[in-house]
């Protein structure tokens, strides 16, 4: 069955051109139960942080200028399988390789302005919605 939640933020450029409707939708349509949802902006240090993983990578200083240039909406996904199964509802990170019916495919524009975020693995689900829910915002 895999795991029950994952985490997941619609990016500034989804936010700023008015998917976050459309994408709401589409991922309760998938099965997913919002568990937790706000509004936010994140500064570039809360951004680098974020994405301190790639801190090495040549895209890094891009990303985090990006992700801290408009508002985000972070959420917490209950679902069986949850990981796994957004993973595959959110598509390929370039959109251009993004299979068809895919979040990414539908609303990213490129592959930096992608749309959407989607956790690679239960342990980084359970770090990144605490990155931005408290124990009190959390929903069982
Ligand atoms: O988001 P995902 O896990 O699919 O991709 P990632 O490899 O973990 O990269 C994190 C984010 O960095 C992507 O979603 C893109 O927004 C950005 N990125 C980029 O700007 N240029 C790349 N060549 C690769 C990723
Ligand atoms: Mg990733």
């Known amino acids: 069955m895999?795991?029950?939640?994952?985490?997941?933020?619609?990016?500034?450029?989804?936010?700023?051109?008015?998917?976050?409707?459309?994408?709401?939708?589409?991922?309760?349509?998938?099965?997913?139960?919002?568990?937790?949802m706000k509004l936010t902006q994140l500064t570039t240090v809360q951004a680098g942080l974020f994405y301190e993983i790639h801190k090495e990578k040549t895209f890094y200083n891009d990303l985090v200028e990006y992700m801290s240039g408009g508002p985000i909406i972070p959420m917490i996904l209950g679902k069986d399988n949850a990981v796994e199964d957004f993973r595959a509802l959110?598509?390929?990170?370039?959109?251009?390789?993004?299979?068809?019916?895919?979040i990414r495919k539908l609303f990213a524009t490129s592959i930096s302005a992608n749309a959407i975020h989607g956790s690679d693995s239960n342990e980084n689900a359970l770090i990144e919605g605490n990155f931005f829910f408290s124990n009190l915002e959390r929903m069982k």
Do not use: L, Q, R
């Open 90 to 102: 959110i598509g390929s990170t370039n959109p251009a390789e993004a299979a068809e019916g895919t």
């Open 2 to 36: 895999g795991s029950k939640k994952t985490f997941t933020m619609i990016k500034p450029d989804a936010v700023s051109a008015g998917n976050s409707g459309a994408i709401i939708k589409m991922i309760e349509d998938h099965g997913f139960v919002v568990n937790a």
